[in-house]
């Protein structure tokens, strides 16, 4: 065990600059020594500096690949890990900075990979929606009222929209928990969609397609609770909004082997190049700060993307395809799953 502990120490980039400090300090005394030796005549043959060089240009290429490359990659981690890109294992390096790097690279790996930083995310989430069912509570109660006061007063057009507001509500704020059934969330889009249409009228109109024969499966698939209404309202209100012409909006649900994928395309205004690639590599990033952030652009979309992988993984969450004047695609990867 000795053997091989002794043994792994050299794959060290730490353990490399010291053997390199050695390794020169040996040359520099070698090569005094070889003149030492020449200048009092004591060398015959005048070739003997070739020995020094050739000791150097080994100590060059040496600290080149097994250093100077190493620690190259390892800083190009360090950034990546720093802006929250990557998490890559430093410890799965040919060549480490050092065992005590190492060690602390194990132990975040074991954090991460742990139900702790799960469970303090949940608690954290319960926390906050019980905190803002106040206002929600208040406002439900308040839309009973007026709808009671409407229909008493015969306006049906006043009663319907604070009924399905009122729905809309509770929607939100009851049952706090992770996965709904995908039919309960289609509810409750149609309902929003209703609330929106109050505004728009006749000129704002929503389609929901399934593939093949997959609607009486897919209705019955766990998602995270209200995925489908904000990526909605975020295509109502900065796609749809300013448009002149007719608004469509598009759902279209599907069944790829282990997988759900449900498209919400808009015929908006779209988005410039820029902008995609600004939200595109926003998604990329588990930005908690941004959802703090009420100016940020996406909000809705980073806030589903960010819930998505916290419950499945980085393998799904939502990609987007967005083109100027023609409109957006919002594309919602989501594993088959029945359990609650």
């Known amino acids: 065990m000795v053997k091989i502990k002794n043994k792994q120490k050299y794959k060290y980039i730490e353990t490399k600059i010291i053997y390199l ?64 890109q990557t998490y890559s294992h430093f410890s799965d390096l040919k060549n480490p900075l ?92 149609k309902n929003y969609f209703y609330i929106q249409q109050f505004r728009f009228g006749e000129r704002l109109s929503m389609n929901i397609k399934f593939n093949d024969d997959c609607q009486e499966e897919a209705l019955r698939i766990r998602i995270p609770k209200l995925t489908l209404q904000p990526i909605v309202e975020n295509a109502i209100v900065h796609g749809l909004e300013c448009i002149k012409k007719d608004a469509l909006l598009n759902i279209h649900i599907s069944l790829l082997n282990s997988r759900m994928i449900i498209n919400v395309k808009d015929n908006g205004i779209g988005m410039p190049e820029s902008e995609l690639k600004k939200l595109r590599d926003a998604l990329l990033v588990e930005h908690t700060d941004q959802l703090n952030n009420k100016d940020s652009g996406g909000i809705a979309l980073i806030n589903v993307n960010n819930r998505i992988k916290l419950l499945f993984g980085e393998r799904y969450g939502l990609e987007i395809t967005s083109a100027e004047g023609l409109g957006t695609d919002v594309m919602i990867s989501l594993p088959v799953e029945y359990k609650s």
């Open 21 to 84: 400090f050695y390794m020169t300090l040996f040359l520099i005394f070698l090569t005094l020594f070889f003149v030492f030796l020449s200048h009092f005549g004591r060398l015959d043959n005048d070739l003997w500096f070739f020995l020094p060089l050739s000791l150097l240009l080994v100590l060059f290429l040496f600290g080149y690949y097994q250093i100077y490359i190493p620690y190259k990659k390892f800083r190009h981690l360090m950034r990546l890990f720093n802006s929250g």
């Open 98 to 189: 050092s065992q005590d790097f190492e060690d602390l690279d194990d132990r975040l790996s074991q954090i991460l990979d742990s139900d702790i930083l799960m469970s303090v995310s949940k608690r954290q989430a319960q926390y906050l929606a019980l905190q803002n069912q106040i206002n929600p509570h208040f406002l439900y109660n308040t839309l009973e009222g007026i709808r009671s006061e409407a229909l008493i007063a015969g306006n049906n057009s006043i009663s319907s929209m604070c009924e399905a507001l009122a729905t809309f509500f509770r929607y939100t704020i009851s049952h706090v928990q992770n996965l709904v059934p995908l039919s309960q969330e289609l509810e409750n889009t």
